[in-house]
């Protein structure tokens, strides 16, 4: 991380941290200054040496392994801009990251298990970016996408539309449409519908932990949460959700001062003038023992998204008897969390302890995650 923007980080959560003793401040003020973080998260995310180059262009990019150690090190393959919905100025864009293990004897790429002579399916992620619900692009999370990529999964990174043109649930039926594009094209990508899992930061893990909480919920609860009428074709699309971690995410919109419109933006009001769409936002009042497993990964020190959140989600969840883990991320605050490798290595050792072993042996899989580490 350039000491520029490393002076720059610290600076930033210095001066949202500096009021941690003020607890009804913290509760406020996670969705201020979302722009200023996503310019530097969008400038660093993909470790360019280029401090503010323009996203890319729509485009299909390779990055080939070693010859002599496919067996353990996969490459990549990048598709841009592709659709995964109508909806317009590019939010319904994707980009998919695909694993390469070798060329076939046509010079295609060949996503393919060579001991076993027979095309594979590849465990896939959903990644959702962050930015308040009101800024971010997929290609913020094009590190995260490479890394799981590298180690077997394929990746599949999303816009969504933003706040406030787009109030909520606009987003979360965004990472819904998503999940029933990656049914559709399964088998043009090899995608395995059997270990789907589902990745975001910030914003992002919001949407995630909210897609997976509810996904076991009854249509009357469900509702209050979408735009698609009950008999959507789409609904019967969804993949199960094998899986999620999310990064730094708030989960409780509860907590919010009766009259404060900091959230207005993008859930359409304060508290007390739709308590019901606090409720439907808010992952915590739908934690179950039949969620899904869940990894949070949180830095202690952030004053955007307070920490104690994700530690109260997870006290829901034992009240329960749901699976949800804390990873604490000591003295990081929002942004640093998330530049931060470890939330890297972390979320990638979720992943491959529970969607990486159903056609892989844990040494293969082992041998895979440990001649790829994660780069500060």
């Given at each position: 991380?350039?000491?520029?923007?490393?002076?720059?980080?610290?600076?930033?959560?210095?001066?949202?941290?500096?009021?941690?003793?003020?607890?009804?401040?913290?509760?406020?003020?996670?969705?201020?200054?979302?722009?200023?973080?996503?310019?530097?998260l969008?400038?660093?995310?993909?470790?360019?040496?280029?401090?503010?180059?323009?996203?890319?262009?729509?485009?299909?990019?390779?990055?080939?392994?070693?010859?002599?150690?496919?067996?353990?090190?996969?490459?990549?393959?990048?598709?841009?801009?592709?659709?995964?919905?109508?909806?317009?100025?590019?939010?319904?864009?994707?980009?998919?990251f695909?694993?390469?293990?070798?060329?076939?004897?046509?010079?295609?790429?060949?996503?393919?298990?060579?001991?076993?002579?027979?095309?594979?399916?590849?465990?896939?992620?959903?990644?959702?970016?962050?930015?308040?619900?009101?800024?971010?692009?997929?290609?913020?999370?094009?590190?995260?996408?490479?890394?799981?990529t590298?180690?077997?999964?394929?990746?599949?990174?999303?816009?969504?539309?933003?706040?406030?043109?787009?109030?909520?649930?606009?987003?979360?039926?965004?990472v819904?449409t998503?999940?029933?594009?990656?049914?559709?094209?399964?088998?043009?990508?090899?995608?395995?519908?059997?270990?789907?899992?589902?990745?975001?930061?910030?914003?992002?893990?919001?949407?995630?932990?909210l897609?997976?909480?509810?996904?076991?919920?009854?249509?009357?609860?469900?509702?209050?949460?979408?735009?698609?009428?009950?008999?959507?074709?789409?609904?019967?699309?969804?993949?199960?959700?094998?899986?999620?971690?999310?990064?730094?995410p708030?989960?409780?919109?509860?907590?919010?001062?009766?009259?404060?419109?900091?959230?207005?933006?993008?859930?359409?009001?304060?508290?007390?003038?739709?308590?019901?769409?606090?409720?439907?936002a808010?992952?915590?009042?739908?934690?179950?023992?039949?969620?899904?497993?869940?990894?949070?990964?949180?830095?202690?020190?952030?004053?955007?998204v307070?920490?104690?959140?994700?530690?109260?989600?997870?006290?829901?969840?034992?009240?329960?008897?749901?699976?949800?883990?804390?990873?604490?991320?000591?003295?990081?605050?929002?942004?640093?969390?998330?530049?931060?490798?470890?939330l890297?290595?972390?979320?990638?050792?979720?992943?491959?302890?529970?969607?990486?072993?159903?056609?892989?042996?844990?040494?293969?899989?082992?041998?895979?995650?440990?001649?790829?580490p994660?780069?500060?």
């Amino acid at each position: 991380m350039p000491p520029i923007f490393q002076l720059a980080a610290v600076q930033l959560d210095d001066q949202l941290d500096g009021q941690l003793d003020d607890q009804r401040f913290r509760k406020q003020r996670f969705c201020r200054t979302f722009g200023v973080m996503v310019v530097i998260l969008s400038a660093l995310a993909m470790g360019s040496t280029v401090a503010w180059a323009a996203p890319p262009v729509d485009s299909v990019v390779e990055s080939q392994p070693n010859a002599d150690s496919l067996s353990v090190s996969l490459g990549v393959r990048k598709i841009s801009g592709v659709s995964y919905s109508d909806q317009p100025d590019g939010a319904g864009l994707c980009d998919v990251f695909l694993p390469i293990v070798s060329k076939d004897e046509t010079g295609q790429d060949a996503v393919a298990d060579k001991n076993a002579g027979q095309q594979r399916r590849w465990p896939v992620i959903l990644i959702v970016h962050g930015g308040g619900w009101a800024t971010g692009n997929k290609w913020t999370m094009d590190r995260h996408a490479r890394q799981l990529t590298k180690r077997g999964f394929a990746s599949v990174a999303i816009n969504y539309r933003l706040a406030p043109a787009f109030k909520f649930p606009a987003q979360l039926d965004d990472v819904r449409t998503a999940m029933a594009w990656i049914s559709d094209h399964a088998d043009e990508h090899h995608f395995d519908l059997e270990r789907v899992g589902l990745f975001g930061y910030s914003a992002g893990g919001h949407l995630v932990s909210l897609a997976a909480t509810l996904a076991d919920e009854p249509w009357s609860t469900v509702k209050t949460t979408t735009a698609w009428p009950k008999d959507d074709p789409r609904w019967k699309k969804l993949p199960k959700i094998k899986a999620v971690c999310a990064g730094g995410p708030p989960t409780n919109f509860q907590a919010m001062p009766l009259d404060n419109t900091s959230l207005a933006y993008f859930l359409g009001g304060s508290r007390r003038e739709i308590p019901h769409v606090y409720q439907a936002a808010s992952p915590i009042c739908f934690v179950s023992q039949s969620d899904p497993p869940l990894k949070i990964i949180h830095g202690e020190a952030d004053g955007i998204v307070p920490f104690e959140g994700s530690q109260e989600f997870c006290q829901a969840a034992d009240l329960c008897n749901g699976e949800v883990s804390l990873m604490a991320l000591p003295r990081n605050g929002h942004l640093l969390a998330f530049l931060n490798s470890k939330l890297t290595q972390g979320m990638l050792a979720f992943f491959v302890e529970r969607l990486g072993t159903t056609d892989q042996t844990p040494v293969q899989i082992q041998r895979l995650f440990n001649s790829n580490p994660v780069q500060p």
